[in-house]
């Protein structure tokens, strides 16, 4: 991935980094007025500290990044297979007041310049879509449940459905989430695999009596089967929980963390 903006530090993707009609984005945890624990950008309002704190650097990101924090919106994000689309009507749902999120919502959709479209995470894989002809820009929030369900798949082909997307023209960006190198599951993720995808046994790898889930290759073929160009498919290859000090991971944290977060905005 390639640097953004330092103060504070975000990254983006090469697919996206030279485009003048969109702004893709991944935040990290450096550079923001966060403390302990959260230490420094956290962007996820929690009980973990006061809301103004994590407010303020939301904010921190969207100036430094030129794009307006009252479009800056966010979902409840279920580790569901449920999308939204998002125009002038609920922009910025979220940014202030996590009750106002939009609910029950793991993708966004949106075709509406100026809009900020924003998924969370701390291990779980967040993933842009962006249709370069038609302009129309897709957040998604997927773990391991959304995965199984295929919401990034179902992303896309909603994108496909309801707004005309020729997914030869969708370019994807896969980002930094935890790693098969870290990514142990237990039984009821190893079933839910095996009963989903006929090649589960590409995506889950034995490793000293257990098994380990490849979330970026499960997401990455969801998105080929719909028919976008693997080059149009980039993966951050960026593990989380191994480079904790970058990006907020639940599983180092044992639960205790902050999160960052994916965005993206037609310009």
Not at 72 to 95: E, K, L, R, W, Y
Not at 154 to 159: E, G, I, S, Y
């Amino acid at each position: 991935m390639i640097e953004l903006t330092q103060a504070p530090l975000t990254l983006t993707f090469e697919l996206f980094a030279n485009r003048n009609d969109v702004l893709a984005f991944v935040t990290t945890r450096v550079g923001g007025e966060s403390s302990d624990h959260l230490a420094s950008c956290n962007i996820g309002i929690s009980e973990f500290e006061p809301a103004s704190t994590t407010i303020s650097n939301r904010q921190r990101i969207c100036t430094a990044l030129n794009i307006d924090f009252e479009k800056m919106t966010f979902q409840s994000q279920a580790h569901s297979d449920s999308i939204t689309v998002v125009d002038s009507n609920n922009a910025g749902a979220g940014n202030r007041i996590k009750t106002q999120s939009i609910s029950n919502s793991d993708a966004l959709i949106t075709q509406t310049k100026g809009i900020t479209l924003f998924a969370q995470a701390a291990d779980c894989v967040p993933i842009i879509l962006y249709d370069t002809k038609n302009k129309v820009a897709a957040a998604i929030h997927a773990g391991w449940r959304g995965t199984i369900k295929r919401i990034a798949q179902k992303t896309a082909q909603k994108m496909i459905a309801e707004f005309e997307c020729n997914p030869q023209n969708i370019i994807a960006g896969i980002g930094p989430s935890i790693g098969r190198c870290c990514y142990e599951v237990g039984s009821e993720v190893v079933d839910a695999v095996s009963s989903s995808f006929p090649n589960s046994a590409n995506l889950l790898i034995s490793h000293n009596s257990k098994y380990h889930f490849d979330l970026w290759e499960a997401n990455k073929e969801q998105l080929e089967e719909t028919g976008i160009p693997i080059q149009n498919i980039e993966v951050a290859k960026i593990c989380t929980k191994c480079n904790n000090t970058l990006f907020f991971s639940s599983r180092h944290d044992n639960g205790r963390t902050g999160r960052f977060g994916i965005g993206i905005t037609i310009i």
